[in-house]
């Protein structure tokens, strides 16, 4: 029997991914304590939560004993029997091409950091009903009670025959790079970090569409990031895979290079394929001249850091819910200016992103998620813009009933022109 995941609150209002909504006027998340749970449902975000945001509804009728001989048994052992024979079937006659598995071990979660399977749990599900909303993909949350990087694999793969696809979220790095990368080797399904690469994609979206309304091309700026975890990391690689002229990343001890002895693996690697200008020293003496600001990790960049930017310079200050570098006073030096929040133009979210990249590998059954896939749905994504391009309009809205179309169909055309897909 198939099932569909709903939301069971169609007519309530969805937050977006990325935006931490705090829950007191103070800007900070309010602990339980001793109050009634009765009581914490006069919070409008606690009342919508009530009973979780999702559930699982039947897609064919059980009216009648002929019903059920066809939705069990002795129908259904039938169609057992021929994916036996035919294990290709499954993806015919179950739920398994169009349902995806959000897998988090609650490690860093949207904001919040390390909380746990438990307590990460509404934020898979948001993810899942945003899945369902903008891309019409099913979704399952699956919150592990493990955090090592061979019991999350193994677990996963056990899990995997049921799903099309699997979605990792809210992981800490560097374990997150590891468990995609084995993951990927191990499944022939789509493996697909969002915190990583859907934060890449849209990024990538963006600066096209930046670059574009300057005059200018990726080829002719250098970039620098703040934040060498998931996200960070992402970017740097992607921007790279794209063409863009230059890009430096920081971590809390300032630029990743090679002459640095406090490097992990992952930012030894990183450290030789970026900063081909040789920076050394802080984020702030690295912005100087620089085109591009990508903020994805938290805290301030001061003011005269900004000012020293280039000319025509682009600040992308990413970071929920405060952005490393406020609006306000990104537009007094920059031509243009994104954030993570939904409050402000240009919102950076990952929703644009994700719904149409699974429902395109999902149409085509695709047995990965590649580069020039990635690549495909950036494009997209920055072609929904089109001639209305402005300063304050370089990324479509979540919203824009075109996005998750446009990104669908140029995945899927990608995954056969690369050769990954089997429909």
């Known amino acids: 029997m198939a099932a569909e995941i709903v939301n069971p609150r169609s007519d309530s209002s969805t937050g977006l991914e990325g935006?931490?909504?705090?829950?007191?006027?103070?800007?900070?998340?309010?602990?339980?304590?001793?109050?009634?749970v009765d009581s914490l449902d006069f919070d409008p975000a606690f009342a919508l939560h009530r009973g979780g945001k999702m559930a699982v509804q039947a897609t064919v009728p059980v009216r009648d004993k002929d019903d059920l001989s066809l939705a069990y048994t002795p129908g259904v052992a039938k169609v057992c029997s021929a994916i036996a024979e035919q294990p290709e079937l499954v993806?015919?006659?179950?739920?398994?091409?169009?349902?995806?598995?959000?897998?988090?071990?609650?490690?860093?979660?949207?904001?919040?950091?390390?909380?746990?399977?438990?307590?990460?749990?509404?934020?898979?599900?948001?993810?899942?009903?945003?899945?369902?909303?903008?891309?019409g993909v099913d979704a399952v949350?699956?919150?592990?009670?493990?955090?090592?990087?061979?019991?999350?694999v193994e677990t996963v793969v056990r899990l995997a025959p049921s799903f099309g696809g699997v979605n990792l979220e809210d992981i800490s790095a560097p374990r997150c790079f590891e468990i995609e990368r084995k993951l990927q080797g191990r499944l022939d399904?789509?493996?697909?970090?969002?915190?990583?690469?859907?934060?890449?994609?849209?990024?990538?979206?963006?600066?096209?569409?930046?670059?574009?309304?300057?005059?200018?091309?990726l080829g002719d700026l250098r970039a620098v990031i703040s934040g060498a975890g998931a996200a960070g990391v992402a970017i740097a690689k992607f921007l790279l895979e794209a063409g863009i002229g230059d890009v430096a990343v920081a971590d809390r001890k300032g630029i990743v290079s090679a002459d640095r002895d406090d490097l992990t693996d992952v930012k030894r690697e990183l450290a030789g394929i970026t900063n081909k200008a040789g920076l050394t020293g802080s984020l702030e003496s690295a912005l100087a001249g620089a085109d591009v600001f990508i903020g994805v990790s938290g805290g301030t960049v001061p003011e005269p850091a900004v000012a020293s930017m280039a000319e025509g310079a682009f600040v992308f200050a990413m970071a929920n819910?405060?952005?490393?570098?406020?609006?306000?006073?990104?537009?007094?030096?920059?031509?243009?200016?994104?954030?993570g929040r939904s409050d402000f133009p240009n919102q950076i979210n990952n929703v644009l992103a994700f719904p149409g990249i699974f429902a395109g590998a999902l149409q085509v059954r695709a047995s990965r998620i590649t580069e020039g896939m990635?690549?495909?749905a950036a494009e997209a994504l920055a072609a929904v813009v089109g001639d209305d391009l402005a300063a304050d309009y370089v990324i479509p809205s979540p919203f824009d009933e075109r996005v998750a179309p446009a990104v669908t169909a140029a995945v899927a055309a990608a995954a056969r022109a690369e050769g990954v897909a089997r429909r």
């Open 321 to 339: 819910p405060n952005p490393e570098v406020h609006p306000e006073i990104a537009h007094k030096y920059a031509a243009v200016v994104a954030t």
């Open 91 to 135: 993806h015919d006659y179950t739920w398994k091409s169009s349902v995806v598995a959000v897998v988090t071990d609650g490690t860093a979660v949207l904001g919040l950091g390390d909380i746990g399977p438990e307590a990460s749990l509404p934020v898979m599900e948001g993810k899942a009903i945003l899945f369902k909303q903008f891309g």
């Open 19 to 36: 935006d931490v909504e705090p829950v007191n006027s103070a800007g900070s998340v309010d602990t339980v304590g001793s109050d009634s």
């Open 374 to 376: 990635k690549i495909a």
């Open 189 to 217: 399904i789509p493996v697909f970090h969002d915190d990583q690469h859907g934060t890449a994609i849209v990024t990538l979206a963006a600066l096209r569409n930046a670059a574009k309304l300057t005059g200018r091309t």
């Open 141 to 152: 949350p699956i919150a592990l009670d493990c955090t090592g990087v061979d019991e999350i």
